[in-house]
T-cell receptor, first 114, second 114 residues
Framework: KAGVTQTPRYLIKTRGQQVTLSCSPI?????VSWYQQTPGQGLQFLFE???????NKGNFPGRFSGRQFSNSRSEMNVSTLELGDSALYLC?????????????FGAGTRLSVL | AQTVTQSQPEMSVQEAETVTLSCTYD???????LFWYKQPPSRQMILVIR??????QNATENRFSVNFQKAAKSFSLKISDSQLGDTAMYFC???????????FGTGTRLQVTL
C-alpha cells in the first residue's frame, strides 16, 4: 500500500507570492492533518480535515488555508508569503478523526521563501 | 494548555548500548494517547511506539519500550541494543479526545556511534 504522498518535495517562492501544497493520504484514510516544522518553533499543528470538513485549526494567520476533496486528498494554501513561512510542511493521514488513530506522515514539502 | 517537554536536546550512545529519552507532558484530559516518532535525516516521520493512557502496561515494540508514569505525566523511551540506523530526531507527542491533532515536544537528537 502506498504511503502518504506530498507534492512537490521542494518549492522556492518569493515574498508576496502564494503557494499550494498537495497531500494524497494512504488509501482508505479519511483524515488528513498538516504541520509546519521550523528550527525555531518546532512542529506546529496547522489544521486537520475529515470528510471534507475542517475539524480543528491551529494558531496560524488566515493566510494559511486548506481543503479536502471527496477522495480525501488535501491541499493547503499559503497566500502573501512571508520570509517566516519558510519551513518543512508535513502532511499526515489516519483512518478516521480520533486521537487513538496513528498518524502516518509524508516526506514533507520544503518551502523556501526568498 | 497542553504541552510536551523534552529536556534533552541531544544525546549520544554507542552501538549495542541502551539509551533512555525523557518526555513529560501536561494535559487536563483524562483520555489521551502518547507517541514517540522518529525523524531520520531523510525527514520522513516514522512512528516508533504508541501508549494508550488508560492502559497501565507499558508498550513495547521490539528494541523499543516505554516507561509510562501517568501520575507523574512522564513518558520515556528506552532503546535497547542501539543500532546506527537509530540515529535520528525523536519526538514525543500526544493526542486527546476526538481530534487527531498531535502536540509535539521539541525533540531529542540521538546519535548512535561505533
Amino acid at each position: 500500500k502506498a504511503g502518504v504522498t506530498q507534492t512537490p518535495r521542494y518549492l522556492i517562492k518569493t515574498r508576496g507570492q502564494q503557494v499550494t501544497l498537495s497531500c494524497s493520504p494512504i488509501s482508505g484514510h479519511r483524515s488528513v492533518s498538516w504541520y509546519q516544522q521550523t528550527p525555531g518553533q518546532g512542529l506546529q499543528f496547522l489544521f486537520e480535515y475529515f470528510s471534507e470538513t475542517q475539524r480543528n485549526k491551529g494558531n496560524f494567520p488566515g493566510r494559511f488555508s486548506g481543503r479536502q476533496f471527496s477522495n480525501s486528498r488535501s491541499e493547503m494554501n499559503v497566500s502573501t508569503l512571508e520570509l517566516g513561512d519558510s519551513a518543512l510542511y508535513l502532511c499526515a493521514s489516519s483512518l478516521v478523526w480520533h486521537a487513538k488513530n496513528i498518524q502516518y506522515f509524508g516526506a514533507g514539502t520544503r518551502l523556501s521563501v526568498l | 494548555a497542553q504541552t510536551v517537554t523534552q529536556s534533552q536536546p541531544e544525546m549520544s550512545v554507542q552501538e549495542a548500548e541502551t539509551v533512555t529519552l525523557s518526555c513529560t507532558y501536561d494535559t487536563s484530559e483524562s483520555n489521551y494517547y502518547l507517541f514517540w516518532y522518529k525523524q531520520p535525516p531523510s525527514r520522513q516521520m516514522i512512528l516508533v511506539i504508541r501508549q494508550e493512557a488508560y492502559k497501565q502496561q507499558n508498550a513495547t515494540e521490539n528494541r523499543f519500550s516505554v516507561n509510562f508514569q501517568k501520575a507523574a505525566k512522564s513518558f520515556s523511551l528506552k532503546i535497547s541494543d542501539s543500532q546506527l540506523g537509530d540515529t535520528a530526531m525523536y519526538f514525543c507527542a500526544f493526542s486527546t479526545g476526538t481530534a487527531s491533532k498531535l502536540t509535539f515536544g521539541t525533540g531529542t537528537r540521538l546519535q548512535v556511534t561505533l
